[in-house]
DNA sequence: CGCCAGGCCGTGT
DNA sequence: ACACGGCATGGC
């Protein structure tokens, strides 16, 4: 899949965001959130100089929830963001290098321990801001893996659970020793989403392809083959 | 106008 | 351990 998605949508260069602090911004945010409107969140926050560590720890939570409105969930969000910055202050000097110095499975739950942060978030934070070397799963792998019948859902489970995804992706991307993997699920988790936003997406029916709510008939998907 | 987006949380079974 | 509804906005 990572090399068939490589070939037909080239490298993605993901995480969109310039400082590994915005791409932990753009992780909570992005939640059940389309992308465009983080877009516009975080151009009000960098307009008002809260893009940063210390910028965010600055503002105060009523200004911002106005500025991450148009992503919406703000009543939520923009407490689990002051929270973030309240846990690195207290716990690592207000070091995001220190924070990234904690081994991933202790490191990762601590992340979830912070409210607004679950599993995708989590491992969204940890490879794409800190550069562990984790897989991510997200609701488009889920409906690529159900559709395509890559993984059924357990035994008496209506859907393939999250950590499912990630093992599943830990098994294939194990037959590439020696390789970087961190860069690995850089990738492929990009290209999912790349896939995912070209065909069918998560929707339970297919805009693009009226005839098929299905990638496996999904006319020029790059995963028709599989 | 209705559907949906790069989830998470509290509550009920 | 799930399943389910709520959370909020704006693009298409």
New binding site residues.
Partial sequence: MHDSLLRAYGPQR???ARTPFEVIL??YL????????VE?SLANLRDAGALTIDGLRRVPLPKLRRLI????????KAPALKAFVAMLDREFDGSLDNLAAVPSPALRRRLLD?????????D?ILL?ALGHPVPVA???LRRIAARHRLLDP?P????I??NELTALTLRAFARDPGQDHARLYNEFHALT?AV??AHC?????CRNCPLAADLNHCPGSPLSVI
């Fill in positions: 993901w995480w969109p753009g992780a992005t939640q059940n959130t389309a992308w465009k409107a516009r409105q148009p992503s919406g969930f703000y009543m939520r912070l409210p607004g942060v679950g599993p995708e978030t989590a969204a794409y997200d609701e488009y357990a008496g489970r209506a859907k659970s999250y989403v995912g936003k997406g998560t929707a339970p029916r």
